[in-house]
């Protein structure tokens, strides 16, 4: 049933509208400045209080070389002593955040990002660990879900085993296309043989899942060119892929600006490209997960969301969304409870504020009740494809067909659309309308109209 989907050119005509990607509702557009540290240290207080479980993200900023499609918060540099006085202030953070923690509170899932976080050296990871164990309860039995991203020219087979070694047992690979005209015109060249080397490498190393990330809509691909990538990169078995859209915003994102427009695909060629590979990683076996996201069926995200256990936080899907979210590093992300928090995007105000002992929480929110049965509502929309009214009723003690009245009328059409199936005791999200789920969710997103919707890109 999770698989299913219907491939409907009119209905994404229609639907295919610019929106935000919900890993969180509220978004991360909504964070305001009026959030500071002393909400993050209350927040941290409660979940001490709570002994909720966590889950840590730690935001490495460097890369040796630049991508030209990028928009993540990086530092192009190819001196390596940079990382140095970058990962002193990450210590220093770790300690000021872990001593309001208590020591019994698992840390279920760390995911090490970036930028590229294999650009540190051997020695620098081990000790970066090395801190991480000191001061929170990492799992040392293999049992926690730690990954790491990759960037397969920047790793090797000893690299791999250090992060084994030092408790990691998911990695996620950045490939986008394999055409190697398509990795000239984004400044990514990179093998299928090192992509390869680095996916045997993490299963002789007995890594428990490996993802993959590609990209359609990037300058010089053809629908044949990627349908060609998407055929090799099925050889290659990963446990999950994700396959993103790529959003020209030259005016947002300063890398970008070195692509020529003129070598984007046109919007008919991208449909094609992301309908083919529908095609060929569904005729593969690989489940349709939501959100760009396909994986194997004996993968733990196709599991919970069989199981109605699948959840969706700042890291996307996950199977962790019970945690509480810390995010160390430059511009990281946390949702400790109610509240949404991010460190300074800036490199030297993130480090000058550890300088002097203080967090560098910059902005954030703190979802009011509203926004909690929203949020509700779409997590269930987004991970499940399916809404249970009185699921939504008992947990928040409201009646839905009231607190949404004037939804109604939207949802109606979407029904008379095909795109849900809208009944008195719930919603369901068509085969035809999964591709975009996202428009449905943005029904009940009481923000969007007051957001400047070019800050987002197109569903697909």
Partial sequence: MYDALQWDSDLIRRYDLAGPRYTSYPTAVQLHSEIGSFDLLHALR???????PLSLYVHVPFCANICYYCACNKVIT??????????????????????????????????????????????????????????????????????IEIDPREADWSTMGLLRELGFNRVSLGVQDLDPAVQRAINRLQSLEQTRTIIEAARTLQFRSINLDLIYGLPK???????????EVIKLQPDRLSVFNYAHLPERFMPQ??????????????????????????????RYIGMDHFALPDDELAIAQEEGTLQ???????????????????SSISQIGDLYCQNSSDLADYQNALDA????????????QDDRVRRAVIQDLICHFELDFERIEQAFTIDFHGYFKELWPALKVMAKDGLIELRSDGI???P?????????????????????????????
């Avoid at 955040?97 to 976080?117: K, M, Y």
């Avoid at 020529?260 to 992301?274: R, V």
């Avoid at 591709?435 to 697909?460: E, G, K, P, T």
């Fill in 46 to 52: 409660d979940s001490r209080r709570a002994a909720r």
């Fill in 78 to 147: 190819k001196d390596r002593a940079r990382a140095q006085p970058y990962l002193q202030r990450l210590e220093q953070e770790i300690q000021l955040i872990a001593c309001h923690l208590d020591p019994g509170q698992t840390v279920e899932q760390l995911h090490f990002g970036g930028g590229t976080p294999t650009f540190l050296s051997h020695v620098e990871l081990r000790e970066l660990m090395a801190h991480l164990r000191q001061h929170f309860n990492l799992l040392d039995d293999d049992s926690g879900d730690y990954g």
């Fill in 221 to 231: 691909q053809t629908p044949e060119g990627f349908a060609r990538t998407v055929e």
């Fill in 257 to 286: 600006r070195r692509i020529d427009s003129s070598d984007l695909p046109a919007p008919a060629a991208k449909l094609e490209m992301l309908h083919r590979t529908i095609e060929q990683l569904t005729g593969a076996g690989y």
């Fill in 312 to 330: 969706r936080n700042f890291q996307g899907y996950t199977t962790h969304g019970h945690c509480d979210l810390i995010g160390l590093g430059v």
């Fill in 357 to 368: 002992a203080q967090l560098a929480t910059r902005r954030g929110l703190i979802c009011n």
């Fill in 428 to 430: 369901s999200v068509l």
């Fill in 432 to 460: 035809a309308g999964r591709l975009l789920v996202r428009s449905v969710c943005m029904v009940f997103d009481a923000y969007l109209d007051l957001s400047n919707r070019q800050r987002f890109s197109r569903v697909i």
